[in-house]
Nanobody
Framework: QVQLVESGGGSVQAGGSLRLSCAVR????????LAWFRQAPGKEREGVAV???????SYADSVKGRFTISLDNAKNTLNLRMVNLSTEDSAMYYC????????????????WGQGTQATVSS
């Protein structure tokens, strides 16, 4: 079982930046893929970035070069640094934990946080 709690959302203007964090608590030594997803109103939940147990990182094409995912093992915290934000980045952002083979498919992730809202205004 994995508990995930996001924080750090907020409102910024286009071109601004936000940093999201997700506290990760696992009841075992199993190593998980950890990912960020987002969901805008009326749209499907989409994968944004993932870091798998061997350290490999993948990003959705829409955020490459602007978003940075990182894992602070000492603090058991997953982070997402977002810069040069646009209104299209406005969404509820979720962190998720899944098996080591999971990438950016939401159906691969059994554990989810409650989400944190990021709103970008023009």
């Amino acid at each position: 079982q994995v508990q995930l709690v996001e924080s750090g959302g907020g409102s910024v203007q286009a071109g601004g930046s936000l940093r999201l964090s997700c506290a990760v608590r696992a009841n075992s030594d199993i190593r998980y893929s950890l990912a960020w997803f987002r969901q805008a109103p009326g749209k499907e939940r989409e994968g944004v970035a993932v870091i798998v147990p061997d350290g490999t990182i993948s990003y959705a094409d829409s955020v490459k070069g602007r978003f940075t995912i990182s894992l602070d093992n000492a603090k058991n915290t997953l982070n997402l640094r977002m810069v040069n934000l646009s209104t299209e980045d406005s969404a509820m952002y979720y962190c998720a934990a899944g098996p080591r083979w999971a990438r950016l498919s939401r159906n691969s992730y059994p554990f989810w946080g409650q989400g944190t809202q990021a709103t970008v205004s023009s």
